[in-house]
């Protein structure tokens, strides 16, 4: 018999999410499943629909939001109780494929000192990029998703092991559960994850990648972005997980790193106004101190976590990745005004796939990786020529072809070379509406191959309709 798995879908006044969530899981390939969704005190009725449209789905009804961690954990004692044999803890705002839970199982049955196993997240929405394969952690606390921006390209080097996994896609081998323990509600959401993940080394197994195993987060749809609320929990808990886990002789020197960073980042709120941000961080560091005793103890409990067997694994430096994702098009992108556009002026209004990478050769245009758009207002006289200005840094490395399409109808297809180059194409039978414009790669050059922080083809300064020349 197949091992027994247990999903635990925790889940706060998420009742927009359940329909997919929960309907993914019903179609799971796996057939030794049992799934519990554990309701943290909604009140949008989230645990009625799911005994209505779900009934063979377990529901634990918590009379407040206990948080993220303790909320799980009741789900996790729970399926302790009844003999699983793998959990795996999924978010309300996920969807999964059906074989994700059938290539987590095969990956961790295959080797005992596996205890947990991180699959493959790629953005809802964007299902064509990655959201993370497991956490990064650096040497003053810092996490963020593995291969975070980067897209889902055959060929991809992908790690098969990282320091920890993500919690809202966790898949955990029980045994490893019961000897290093459940999530430290204290935490209450965010680096709990992490810091589970370390105890569970700290007690021998190993956290590995499984890239067939492929779930879809709807990112952020449930704490809003830089929130005072979630900039004091991450850096509390930052504090926190440093104090309890990382070594001794690391640990004067994650604080002093972790001290410098938080002052420049009070300075940067100073300068822009913005007294409560740094009240909060103020209130985090206090808050982490007031657990010190609590923290020792604690430490003193577990299994010392060796620099030879984990901290190899330590993301260098003080910084974090350089995370890039596609600008949401600008707001009446799709209305245009003028006949051209340049990708980087100040008022620009670009459609969708374009990025904005922030470096200075960066500051006169903007990049795109497999498409990007933009519209524009057509001028008078049916004659007339669309044109592009291209830049390409990647030449040398390989040649890629850009397709250029105006209203679906491609116009032409060219090979940028080193450098920038100008392009035109001759356009006829606009009509009186905006025209929009669609610009298609035919390859990505690698963020393996460039240094960039994600896989990208071209950049492009301007856009432009003029009339035909005669």
């Known amino acids: 018999m197949q091992p027994l798995v247990y999903v635990i879908v925790i889940n706060w006044n998420g009742k927009e999410h359940l329909h997919s969530c929960l309907g993914s899981l019903a179609r799971l390939a796996y057939p030794n499943l049992r799934t519990v969704l554990v309701d943290n005190g909604s009140s949008d009725g989230s645990a009625g629909y799911v005994r209505t449209h779900f009934p063979a789905v377990t529901v634990l009804e918590n009379r407040r939001n206990v948080g993220f961690a303790a909320g799980n954990n009741r789900g996790m004692a729970y399926a302790l109780e009844r003999g699983a044999d793998f959990i795996a803890l999924l978010n309300n705002d996920m969807e999964v494929d059906p074989g994700w839970l059938s290539a987590l199982v095969e990956a961790a049955a295959a080797d005992p000192s596996v205890g947990v196993c991180a699959p493959k997240l790629l953005y809802f929405d964007r299902r064509d990029i990655i959201q993370g394969i497991g956490v990064c952690l650096n040497r003053i606390g810092l996490a963020w ?25 966790f898949f955990v081998r029980a045994a490893a559960l019961r000897a290093a323990g459940l999530f430290d509600p204290a935490y209450f959401i965010y680096l709990e994850d992490v810091e589970l993940s370390l105890r569970i080394r700290a007690h021998g197994y190993r956290i590995v990648t499984v890239p067939a195993a492929r779930a879809y987060h709807k990112a952020s749809a449930t704490m809003r972005e830089n929130s005072p609320r979630k900039n004091y929990l991450t850096l509390r808990n930052r504090i926190l997980l440093m104090l309890k886990c990382f070594p001794a002789p690391m640990l ?18 100073y300068w822009r106004g913005q007294p409560r941000l740094i009240a909060t961080q103020a209130h985090a560091v206090l808050a982490a101190l007031t ?42 992108w799709d209305r245009p005004d003028a006949p051209g556009i340049g990708l980087a002026s100040p008022g620009a209004r670009p459609g969708p796939g374009w990025y ?18 933009v519209a524009l207002k057509a001028p008078a006289g049916s004659a007339l020529s ?14 890629v072809g850009l397709r250029v399409k105006a209203n679906g109808r491609e116009l032409g297809r060219v090979v940028p070379k080193a450098g920038w180059s100008e392009h035109s194409f001759p356009l006829e039978g606009a009509g009186p509406g ?14 393996d191959l460039t240094g960039e922080p994600t896989d990208l083809s071209f950049k492009v300064r301007t856009i432009a309709l003029e009339a035909a020349p005669r």
């Open 356 to 373: 904005l990478m922030h470096d200075e050769a960066d500051r006169d245009c903007r990049r795109f990786a497999r498409t990007a758009t």
């Open 145 to 169: 998703d593995y291969l975070n921006g980067r897209y889902d390209l055959p060929g991809l080097s992908i790690a098969s092991e990282v320091i920890a996994a993500c919690g809202g896609a």
């Open 386 to 399: 669309l044109r592009i200005t291209v830049g390409n840094d990647h030449y040398t490395a390989k040649p």
């Open 291 to 332: 657990r010190l005793p609590r923290l020792f103890a604690a430490r003193r409990r577990m299994p010392p976590l060796t620099h030879e067997r984990v901290w190899r694994l330590l993301s260098p430096g003080v910084k974090p990745a350089r995370i890039r994702l596609p600008l949401p098009p600008a707001e009446g």
């Open 252 to 269: 004067p020197r994650a604080l002093a790193g972790t001290l410098r960073r938080e002052w420049g980042v009070a300075q940067d709120h």
């Open 434 to 447: 905006p025209v929009t414009v669609t610009l298609e790669a035919d390859d990505l050059y690698s963020a």
